[in-house]
């Protein structure tokens, strides 16, 4: 039997995954709805439905978990961070013909293919959400190592988003996972959501500004202040898509946060059987993989 550790973190690792998949296809159905549009069509937005601008199949994930997939391959292909890797992940991607693709991150990648470069100079435009909603694979595979989180979590958002506030969004909510798959709880995230606040004020989210864009201030606004007022996985991923906008986004970042606090079992059982059983099953080989990495070997599996 493992120590009683091992279900934790495994449930929370799972947790975190399955929730940003979960979020994303909550989410994609109302992406680009404001909120009393959302009301009028659906009163509280709350099932796995697909549709939406995409016209999803319901269960359908998109980009958010999609680039999240395509890194963790990169990092368990290389047996680690390997930036190449993982920019050569983001083309096969690309190839693939995605059903949604964000600007800045085609951009990055295009990039990429024309010149090799694995980062663009810094820019203004870079300020969006897309290297956060995908950074999942790697807090999961540096967990017992801060210092290797920080500096490829960078060296991972700038293939396509260099920005400050895209760096900052990010690695804070990198830390808030970290402290969660370790055994933290909301209140434990507080130091990291304050060091972002003390270093980038933009962030502030309480009283809520209420917006929700792909702008990463907006994104991660919505997602802290539905993460610190609501009490479950269910409250926090309903609230957070109804607030419309980049939906799947805040909905994947969201299930994020909430699956590493509230565990994969907290995940209501009609939004995992709604979502593609090949995303479901490659989330969970990356899991184990990913927690391997990262020294769990004894854990994972
Ligand atoms: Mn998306
Ligand atoms: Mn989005």
């Avoid at 091992?6 to 449930?11: E, G």
């Avoid at 099932?47 to 601008?53: F, L, P, Q, R, Y």
């Avoid at 970290?178 to 009283?207: E, I, S, T, W």
């Avoid at 979502?275 to 990913?290: N, P």
């Amino acid at each position: 039997m493992n120590t009683p550790l091992a279900p934790s973190l495994h449930s929370r690792a799972f947790g975190a995954y399955l929730g940003l998949a979960v979020g994303d296809a909550l989410g994609a159905t109302v992406e680009f709805m404001l909120p009393q549009e959302i009301r009028l069509q659906y009163g509280t937005h709350r099932e796995i439905v697909g549709g939406g601008w995409l016209k999803l199949k319901a269960g359908r994930v998109t980009d958010d978990t999609e680039m999240s997939l395509a890194l963790g391959r990169a990092l368990l292909a290389g047996g680690g961070w390997d930036a190449r890797a993982a920019a050569d992940s983001f083309v096969d991607w690309l190839k693939s013909r995605p059903i949604d693709v964000g600007n800045t991150c085609r951009r990055g990648i295009r990039r990429y293919m024309l010149d090799g470069s694995l980062s663009g100079p810094p820019c203004e435009g870079d300020a969006g959400n897309g290297a956060a909603m995908r950074n999942l694979p790697l807090v999961l595979a540096t967990l017992h190592d801060g210092d290797a989180f920080r500096q490829q979590t960078l060296e991972q958002a700038h293939l396509t988003h260099h920005h400050p506030l895209s760096d900052a969004g990010t690695l804070a909510l990198g830390e808030m996972t970290r402290v969660l798959l370790l055994g933290g709880d909301a209140a434990g995230c507080r130091p990291a959501v304050d060091a972002l606040l003390a270093a980038q004020p933009k962030f502030r989210f309480d009283p809520y500004p209420g917006r929700a864009s792909g702008y990463i201030i907006d994104t991660l606004q919505t997602v802290l202040h539905q993460f610190f007022n609501t009490r479950s996985f269910e409250a926090l991923l309903v609230d957070t898509v109804n607030c419309g906008e980049d939906a799947d986004t805040t909905g994947a970042i969201a299930g994020m946060l909430g699956g590493a606090l509230y565990g994969a079992d907290a995940i209501p059982r009609r939004w995992i059987a709604r979502l593609d059983a090949h995303i479901v099953a490659e989330i969970r080989l990356q899991v184990d993989g990913l927690l391997r990495l990262a020294g769990f070997s004894r854990l994972a599996g």
